[in-house]
């Protein structure tokens, strides 16, 4: 049985990102072939590990379906490097806020869906209020936030972009996994067997992943602006002004290269919860068939 996934090198995420397999193939990968008992004749312990990490790094833990491209956590970097270093650059003009707020929230509104916790359908109206929702709450708050620094220093202007990040977060995920919160996820013992639904480790597995996201966002959008604001005052950009939009881009994506690895490793993806803070029913069901557990463990989603 394969163990946890240890976490991968930059090299290996970004190669992960350009995987495209078709479901076809990825059922006939080692990894897969491995958990069906069958071991391929020659099968060393380092290609079964790759084949893992291609078919993870594709594929939902708990639904079994390939993840859009843009929505797999490796391509958390290029994807967030070019959309919020457009936001921190374009943030004086209301029109290019709010086009660059919906495109934020649009691709949050993938990545959260595509790494949601369970394996509960989700009709399209549902997704479609949920982006709906998603979207005006954060470009909303981007506005008024906005309205709120005119009197103040050019500097708490170029936050104004985080704190509507950091509030939309709060409301996009919980709107996206709205479903885990109606019918509960997955919670399975040590050995993964299924053991019921729980709403409880839903809305920790939530807030977790909440968290994750804002202090993923911290050091790409607190530190480029302070950099920018004193780069800007030199003579250097006052002569080349078009290189202050690349230049800022390069700056979130440097912060992202080691914020987004070690924040998604605050909470394990595979997390734990105490039986005694389970749902009473559940909580029984659990006592009655391994009474020895007190610990039941759930996919958080990323």
């Known amino acids: 049985m394969i163990g946890p996934l240890p976490r991968l090198p930059l090299s290996q995420v ?25 071991v391929t004749p020659g099968l060393t312990e380092d290609q079964l590990w790759r084949a ?19 929505g797999r956590m490796s391509a958390q970097v290029p994807m ?60 909303a708050t981007a506005l008024g936030l906005k309205s709120l620094t005119k009197h103040l220093p050019p500097l708490v202007g170029r936050f104004v972009p985080f704190a509507a990040v950091a509030a939309a977060n709060c409301i996009n995920i919980p709107l996206m996994r709205q479903r885990e919160l109606q019918v509960g996820i997955p919670v399975t013992d040590e050995a993964g067997q299924r ?14 992943v909440v968290i994750s996201r804002i202090c993923m966002a911290i050091p790409a959008m607190a530190i480029p602006p ?31 290269v080691f914020a987004t690895p070690l924040c998604c490793a605050l909470f394990p993806q595979r997390s734990s919860i105490q039986v ?27």
């Open 14 to 38: 970004c190669r992960a990102w350009v995987v495209n397999l078709p479901p076809r193939i990825a059922c006939l990968l080692p990894a897969n072939l491995c958990r069906a008992g069958v």
């Open 195 to 208: 053991l019921g639904h729980s709403v409880t480790a839903a809305k920790q597995g939530i807030f977790q």
């Open 52 to 70: 893992k990490y291609v078919y993870d790094s594709a594929f939902h833990p708990d639904t079994g379906e390939k993840v859009v491209l843009i």
């Open 80 to 139: 967030n490097m070019t959309i919020t270093g457009c936001m921190l650059t374009f943030y004086r003009k209301t029109p290019t806020v709010v086009f660059w707020q919906w495109v934020n929230q649009s691709f949050n509104a993938v990545v959260n869906y595509s790494n949601r916790s369970g394996d509960a359908p989700i009709t399209v109206r549902q997704l479609g209020t949920a982006y709906v929702s998603a979207t005006t709450g954060a470009v």
């Open 226 to 256: 302070v950099i920018m604001d004193t780069l800007e005052k030199k003579d250097f950009l006052k002569r080349r002004p078009w290189l202050g939009g690349p230049l800022q881009v390069g700056l979130v994506g440097f912060c992202l």
């Open 276 to 302: 005694s803070r389970l749902e009473p029913e559940l909580r029984a069901r659990i006592h009655q068939q391994t009474p020895g557990d007190e610990v039941v463990y759930y996919n958080k989603g990323l």
